[in-house]
């Protein structure tokens, strides 16, 4: 059972940890005292993949298994169908390979039976085990995980990374639903948008550096020490958001992740283009900390604060915070100059 139990020392560890949040100090909004619209037209309604969402923000891929993961499970559902939020399964490779902890994933479709669910597979599996994971849950997308630094930290990892995209390839032309390829937290960059949009994703979501860090969850499983270098690798979420949406823009959606739980971030990374914004390790982290409760208040909160901010920039929709003005700055205006991404475009 080793796969269950990383799958509760992931868990278990990430707890442990302190809940980053991605840098987006360089983005800068221009305040707008003449707004011409009022508070409570102010709406946070999206689509995404042609489906109708009340709000940009969703639940990303946590876990299952393990009867601590199905209570995991089960509780952010709960959330996700308070909230009105989408919300991705962790990696269904466990019940795929055990039909017996199924259940700790389909409870999420029993707690909430009208929710937008998305299925989750590593690059190694194959369109037969891909369609299997979607149906398991009926899921209205699939999620493609890409996790080569942890796999490299694991002792167990799988460090065979040869024909990943000719697999996304195969799985995205024999799926029923749309593919989102997504990393862990460490970013996705332009050069591989374009290689994964050609493949076929649908969506990409960067999941990029700030939040949960899986170097440092392997490296305190594996009682292996990574130096600090090692352990600050990968392209930080502002930095991976730029670089994906130069490639995807007009191709495929773009998803910002990777410590997005502040309000005025979430809104940053709509303003530059994001299609949705998805948090995993800071709700994990509230949820069995703080309880239900404070999640559900710390989501509605971060909705809220995200309506004011639209409405200092004169925004009444997410179409209208994506046309504001932007400032960049700094580590990431250079990185932008340096990748001749245009940061003329945002002003
Ligand atoms: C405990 C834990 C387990 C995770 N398991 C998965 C997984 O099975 N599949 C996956 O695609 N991502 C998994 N992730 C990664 C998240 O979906 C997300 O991409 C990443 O944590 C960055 O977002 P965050 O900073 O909001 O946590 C996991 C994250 C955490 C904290």
Same mark, same amino acid.
């Given at each position: 059972?080793?796969?269950?139990?990383?799958?509760?020392?992931?868990?278990?560890?990430?707890l442990?940890q302190?809940?980053?949040l991605?840098?987006?100090?360089?983005?800068?909004?221009v305040?707008?005292?003449?707004?011409?619209?009022?508070?409570?037209?102010v709406?946070l309604?999206?689509?995404?993949?042609?489906?109708?969402?009340?709000?940009?923000?969703?639940?990303?891929?946590?876990t299952g298994?393990?009867?601590?993961?199905?209570?995991?499970?089960?509780?952010?559902?709960?959330?996700?169908?308070?909230?009105g939020l989408?919300m991705?399964?962790?990696?269904?490779m466990?019940?795929?390979?055990?039909?017996l902890?199924?259940?700790?994933?389909?409870?999420?479709?029993e707690?909430?039976?009208?929710?937008?669910i998305?299925?989750?597979?590593g690059?190694?599996?194959?369109?037969?085990?891909?369609?299997?994971?979607?149906e398991?849950?009926d899921?209205?997308?699939?999620q493609?995980?890409l996790? #080569?630094?942890q796999?490299?930290?694991?002792?167990e990892g799988?460090?065979?990374?040869?024909?990943?995209?000719?697999r996304?390839?195969?799985i995205?032309?024999? #799926?029923?639903v749309?593919?989102?390829?997504?990393?862990?937290?460490?970013?996705?960059?332009?050069e591989?948008?374009?290689?994964?949009i050609?493949?076929?994703?649908a969506?990409?979501?960067?999941?990029?550096r700030?939040?949960?860090?899986?170097?440092?969850i392997?490296?305190?499983?594996?009682r292996?020490r990574l130096?600090?270098e090692?352990? &600050?690798?990968?392209?930080?979420?502002?930095? &991976?958001?730029?670089?994906?949406l130069?490639?995807?823009?007009?191709?495929?959606? #773009?998803?910002a992740?990777g410590?997005?739980f502040?309000?005025l971030?979430?809104?940053?990374?709509?303003?530059?283009?994001?299609?949705? #914004?998805?948090?995993?390790?800071h709700p994990?982290?509230l949820?069995?900390?703080?309880g239900?409760?404070?999640?559900v208040?710390?989501?509605?909160r971060?909705?809220?604060?995200l309506?004011?901010i639209m409405?200092?920039?004169? &925004?009444?929709?997410?179409?209208e915070l994506?046309?504001?003005?932007l400032?960049?700055?700094?580590?990431?205006?250079?990185?932008?100059?340096?990748?001749?991404?245009?940061?003329?475009?945002?002003?």
């Amino acid at each position: 059972m080793p796969r269950l139990n990383r799958k509760d020392e992931h868990i278990l560890i990430r707890l442990k940890q302190k809940s980053g949040l991605a840098d987006f100090s360089d983005i800068h909004f221009v305040h707008n005292c003449l707004p011409e619209c009022n508070l409570d037209e102010v709406t946070l309604e999206t689509s995404l993949l042609g489906m109708e969402l009340r709000s940009p923000l969703f639940i990303n891929a946590l876990t299952g298994g393990t009867p601590l993961s199905k209570r995991v499970n089960a509780a952010l559902a709960g959330v996700a169908r308070e909230c009105g939020l989408p919300m991705a399964l962790g990696s269904q490779m466990a019940a795929l390979e055990n039909p017996l902890v199924e259940e700790t994933f389909k409870v999420v479709r029993e707690v909430y039976p009208e929710g937008l669910i998305w299925a989750n597979l590593g690059s190694y599996a194959t369109p037969e085990l891909a369609q299997r994971a979607i149906e398991m849950v009926d899921a209205a997308a699939l999620q493609i995980h890409l996790n #080569v630094p942890q796999e490299l930290a694991m002792r167990e990892g799988d460090c065979h990374f040869e024909g990943v995209r000719q697999r996304i390839k195969e799985i995205a032309a024999a #799926v029923t639903v749309p593919v989102i390829v997504k990393e862990v937290g460490f970013g996705i960059a332009r050069e591989q948008a374009h290689l994964l949009i050609e493949a076929g994703a649908a969506a990409i979501d960067v999941s990029g550096r700030g939040g949960t860090n899986f170097l440092a969850i392997e490296s305190r499983r594996s009682r292996r020490r990574l130096s600090p270098e090692i352990l &600050s690798w990968g392209l930080p979420t502002a930095v &991976s958001l730029v670089e994906v949406l130069d490639a995807a823009v007009g191709r495929a959606a #773009v998803m910002a992740a990777g410590g997005m739980f502040s309000s005025l971030n979430i809104a940053k990374a709509l303003a530059l283009g994001a299609d949705a #914004v998805g948090f995993a390790g800071h709700p994990l982290y509230l949820l069995l900390k703080q309880g239900r409760r404070a999640l559900v208040r710390a989501i509605q909160r971060l909705e809220q604060e995200l309506r004011l901010i639209m409405l200092l920039t004169g &925004s009444s929709t997410l179409e209208e915070l994506r046309r504001v003005p932007l400032v960049i700055t700094g580590f990431t205006g250079e990185w932008m100059k340096q990748r001749e991404i245009s940061v003329a475009k945002y002003r």
